[in-house]
């Protein structure tokens, strides 16, 4: 069994293409385990009702996926998302990680920081970026 994290965010111009990278692997759907999963800044040990079904980026992934033939499992990080992201991937013991890479200039990725460019370093599994 191949077992892929697909980390959400928001924007689901980025979920539509990484959905469409997932589509793209090679075998057959009934192979593949997608685990979807949205992390978001501020929601450390949140327990509000943001459960990961109500988020709108993460049912869109689940339908389209399942549509698709995938099995799929919805999660919820509740720590930091580069935290969050990297340490479903460890339980789920995934084979791949398939992030949404957003448009920011060199300044603003400077000051914020890059969820995408910190789950790179600090995870030892293969990372897909999928342009927006």
């Given at each position: 069994?191949?077992?892929?994290?697909?980390?959400?965010?928001?924007?689901?111009?980025?979920?539509?293409k990484?959905?469409?990278?997932?589509?793209?692997?090679?075998?057959?759907?009934?192979?593949?385990?997608?685990?979807?999963?949205?992390?978001?800044?501020?929601?450390?040990?949140?327990?509000?009702?943001?459960?990961?079904?109500?988020?709108?980026?993460?049912?869109?992934?689940?339908?389209?996926?399942?549509?698709?033939?995938?099995?799929?499992?919805?999660?919820?990080?509740?720590?930091?998302?580069?935290?969050?992201?990297?340490?479903?991937a460890?339980?789920?013991?995934?084979?791949?990680?398939?992030?949404?890479?957003?448009k920011?200039?060199?300044?603003?990725?400077?000051?914020?920081?890059?969820?995408?460019q910190?789950v790179?370093?600090?995870?030892?599994?293969?990372?897909?970026v999928?342009?927006?």
């Amino acid at each position: 069994m191949f077992r892929v994290l697909v980390a959400v965010s928001d924007e689901e111009e980025a979920v539509g293409k990484q959905v469409s990278f997932v589509e793209s692997l090679p075998g057959d759907t009934d192979e593949v385990e997608v685990t979807v999963v949205h992390a978001m800044e501020g929601r450390k040990g949140s327990r509000d009702l943001q459960k990961p079904d109500r988020i709108r980026s993460v049912r869109k992934a689940a339908r389209e996926l399942s549509e698709a033939g995938y099995t799929v499992a919805e999660e919820d990080a509740r720590e930091d998302p580069v935290e969050g992201i990297v340490a479903i991937a460890n339980d789920i013991d995934a084979d791949l990680i398939v992030l949404g890479g957003r448009k920011r200039t060199p300044t603003g990725k400077a000051l914020f920081g890059s969820v995408t460019q910190s789950v790179i370093l600090n995870t030892e599994r293969p990372v897909t970026v999928t342009g927006v």
